[in-house]
């Protein structure tokens, strides 16, 4: 479903995109920028849906898609007849003639039943310069019914001409708590487990919804947990081992530290500020001992800073096996 009520965060683009709707001063071509899974599909198909909208709901909260009229439904079944999709479709960039074809060739023709033809050009920031100029033609000009919407994780690609004939809004990670409350009303799932997840999503709900349907996510959490859990009390020997049975996610690797990291982080906040500031609310037993195992706060650093030396080394195509083993002895000392 497509709605501004179905955003959660960046509210100050929500009201200004209401308000362009509410006062019909909708300018002709916005970019919506951030990393991926950020949530701009959902803010230009959520906005493209209520222009779209043949009886908007108006309410404290601003404007919304009606949700039932004609368009609506049309809208929410991808098959309306005045919106349009530019996509990659598995290709590196979106090169002139597709832009031509798909873009400028079919803004002549007039909107079918709504005042608006709205095309939504998906990785736009992956248009080569002259398709950006091809583009750059048909928005300077623009057709009273013309509105484009450019999803980009880079808007510093686009040419200075196309920025400047567009309304550009940078997208903002959530904050965990946003994160897990959208979590719990988007994917079904239980107000601990989306807290839990949220912090492995760093503010990108695209993140967070992936992670709450990965089962082999939560299985992985759960076996790093269990070896962190062991780390206190192993010998030497048993370090190899544990190291060993890490080898099956090294394609991972790096999720794998991002739970390690996130732990000694707990941890570390365990014992600077206590429990109320925990973000891994489901582990706080085990989060709690492991802090009050440590002798004291420099010892949490130290470990947490072994994390991500782990995390730099394999950014640099470090050997995995090697890098976890070093990281474990640290994290033992």
Not at 117 to 144: G, R, V
Not at 169 to 189: C, D, M, S, Y
Not at 258 to 278: C, E, K, Q, S
Request: aromatic share 10%; glycine share 6%; charged share 25%.
């Amino acid at each position: 479903m497509f709605g501004f009520k179905e955003i959660e965060g960046n509210e100050l683009i929500v009201k200004c995109l209401q308000s362009a709707v509410i006062h019909r001063r909708i300018s002709h071509a916005y970019i919506f920028a951030g990393p991926a899974g950020i949530g701009k599909k959902l803010m230009a198909n959520s906005f493209a849906k209520t222009v779209m909208c043949g009886r908007p709901k108006r309410s404290d909260q601003g404007v919304d898609a009606c949700g039932e009229c004609v368009s609506c439904v049309t809208f929410e079944s991808g098959n309306h007849p005045d919106m349009r999709y530019v996509r990659l479709d598995g290709k590196k960039s979106l090169g002139v003639d597709e832009i031509r074809q798909k873009v400028t060739l079919d803004m002549t023709v007039m909107p079918n039943q709504s005042p608006y033809k709205i095309f939504i050009i998906e990785d736009a920031d992956a248009m080569t310069p002259a398709a950006q100029n091809a583009l750059l033609k048909t928005i300077e000009e623009p057709e009273s019914y013309g509105l484009f919407l450019l999803l980009a994780q880079n808007a510093a690609k686009f040419l200075p001409t196309v920025l400047s004939r567009c309304v550009t809004f940078k997208l903002k990670p959530l904050t965990n708590e946003q994160a897990a409350r959208h979590l719990v009303r988007r994917a079904g799932i239980g107000r601990r487990d989306a807290e839990a997840l949220s912090v492995y999503a760093q503010g990108n709900i695209g993140r967070a919804l992936s992670l709450a349907d990965d089962e082999s996510f939560i299985a992985m959490r759960r076996h790093v947990f269990e070896i962190l859990d062991k780390l206190s009390y192993v010998g030497l020997f048993d370090l190899f081992g544990m190291a060993k049975n890490l080898e099956p996610y090294k394609e991972r690797g790096q999720e794998v530290l991002d739970i390690m990291y996130y732990w000694y982080h707990d941890v570390l906040v365990y014992l600077a500020a206590g429990r109320r500031f925990v973000t891994q609310s489901d582990r706080m037993d085990a989060i709690r001992q492991a802090a009050e195992a440590l002798p004291d706060i420099s010892a949490a650093l130290n470990r947490l800073r072994a994390v991500w030396d782990a995390k730099r080394r394999l950014m640099n195509y470090a050997n995995f096996q090697l890098t976890i083993e070093v990281m474990l002895f640290a994290l033992t000392e």
